[in-house]
């Protein structure tokens, strides 16, 4: 059987450091045999988080369509689990998202478009868990979000608002956070000024 092996870009964060460091990891990944199934077939049940095809595990790629005809999605199965790339596309036929999977797990970069083309998210994985940067843009293309996780956990993080102004940094020490995070104000500010503005229906 051939195999296929991939090399995940990892971060990890370095101790006092709030710089990642990256290392290459190798995965041994199964061959996905070349077999296309639409999801809508009725063939495909899932069970007990296994999707099943005509009563076995699935191998090979699922793939939904939009009604004007446009692919919506293609993601990749092995023994009927996420194994490999998925990716999913706006009906105009922009790219939406692309993301990883092994062994069922999200692993390594995930990443996500506006409509408009810009980049929405990017999301680093490992096993499941976020490992390195989270990071996420508005659809002007300005930074709305970046944190560093190590194993799932948040290390810091900060967070702008649309007009570049930080809502929100911080850091974590020993299970402790320290710093700014006010993602929603509770009162309105003109022009965010301080001018105080009475809350009304907007």
Not at 67 to 82: D, T, V, W
Not at 117 to 136: A, I, S
Not at 149 to 166: A, D, I
Request: hydrophobic share 30%.
């Amino acid at each position: 059987m051939k195999i296929v092996f991939a090399i995940i870009w990892v971060v990890l964060t370095v101790s006092c450091s709030e710089q990642p460091a990256l290392i290459a990891t190798v995965y041994q990944l199964p061959q996905i045999p070349a077999i296309t199934v639409d999801r809508s077939d009725t063939a495909l049940h899932l069970v007990n988080g296994v999707w099943l095809w005509k009563g076995q595990p699935f191998s090979g790629t699922m793939e939904t369509w939009y009604m004007s005809g446009q692919i919506r999605l293609l993601q990749q199965f092995y023994a009927g689990r996420e194994e490999g790339l998925m990716q999913s596309f706006y009906e105009n036929g922009n790219r939406e998202a692309q993301r990883f999977y092994r062994n069922g797990e999200k692993d390594s970069v995930h990443r996500g478009w506006w409509l408009n083309g810009q980049l929405q998210y990017e999301y680093h994985y490992r096993n499941g868990e976020y490992e390195g940067d989270f990071k996420e843009w508005y659809p002007s293309g300005r930074p709305s979000k970046h944190i560093s996780y190590h194993r799932g956990k948040e290390q810091w993080g900060k967070g702008w608002r649309e007009n570049g102004k930080p809502y929100m940094s911080f850091v974590m020490r020993n299970g402790r956070l320290y710093g700014l995070v006010n993602p929603n104000l509770c009162y309105s500010l003109k022009n965010e000024k301080g001018e105080y503005v009475e809350n009304s229906a907007e």
